[in-house]
């Protein structure tokens, strides 16, 4: 069974503060990662996406990934209360299966 | 471009009823997810579709749930018969890459279901 495990929180910032958001997996051969975003109430949307090892940086959302100690990791700087929502890792699973397992979600609430 | 289409948005049954959701992908788009999420969970993989094609369905409850993509567009999720523990919001995702690595997948705004 492939895992994906994040903090469910709730993981509580001030605004304008880097908001750090963490998840681990179980696939070791798993390619693809992914961070979606879930407002209450609503469908997720993607955030970002990354498939090498380092970091991928896109506007305040920064993605970072670390195969070998199986970790990614989204930052998002200079947080504001409309990021207030909960956070979802994806991976997609290796050796051409290209099937997603997605954790529970970090909820992220920034306060003014 | 539209974008996934699901329906009914809600839906309350008793236990042991049937019930079926409809999914309708963006066009074009060759893979298509069934997902159940549970208040306070991630959506779990119920069945992966690629074209007309079962990719995945694994984690699919074959003794109540079926699904089926004909043509490889529109999909139907069917529950029969329901159970209490199926109370959950059922999401369809469609993504256009079939195959690739990075799939992003686009999600339709998800049928709630409760079984009483």
């Known amino acids: 069974q492939k895992e994906v495990e994040q903090n469910s929180g709730p993981l509580s910032v001030p605004e304008g503060a880097i908001a750090s958001l963490n998840c681990t997996y179980s696939?070791?051969?798993?390619?693809?990662f992914f961070w979606y975003r879930q407002y209450s109430g609503k469908s997720p949307e993607l955030i970002m996406f990354?498939?090498?090892?380092g970091d991928k940086e896109d506007g305040r959302f920064t993605a970072q990934l670390n195969k070998a100690s199986q970790y990614v990791s989204l930052l998002i700087r200079d947080s504001q209360p409309s990021d207030s929502a909960t956070y979802l890792c994806?991976?997609?699973?290796?050796?051409?299966?290209?099937?997603?397992?997605f954790g529970r979600g970090t909820s992220l609430i920034v306060h003014p | 471009e539209a974008g996934v289409a699901q329906s009914p948005r809600y839906k309350i049954i008793e236990k042991r009823q049937s019930v079926a959701f409809w999914c309708n992908p963006i066009?074009?788009?060759?893979?298509l997810y069934w997902y159940q999420q549970i208040l306070g969970q991630g959506p779990k993989l119920l069945i992966q579709?690629?074209?007309?094609?079962?990719?995945?369905d694994s984690q699919l409850p074959k003794d109540r749930f079926s699904a089926e993509r004909l043509k490889g567009v529109d999909s139907t999720l069917k529950i029969q018969p329901a159970k209490l523990e199926d109370s959950a919001v059922y999401l369809c995702?469609?993504?256009?890459?079939?195959?690739?690595?990075?799939?992003?997948?686009?999600f339709g705004p998800g049928t709630r279901l409760t079984v009483l």
């Open positions: 696939d070791r051969g798993s390619q693809s």
């Open positions: 066009s074009g788009h060759a893979t």
């Open positions: 995702a469609s993504s256009h890459l079939a195959g690739r690595d990075y799939n992003e997948q686009f």
């Open positions: 579709f690629q074209n007309n094609g079962v990719v995945d």
């Open positions: 994806a991976v997609n699973g290796g050796g051409g299966s290209y099937i997603p397992t």
């Open positions: 990354i498939y090498s090892n």
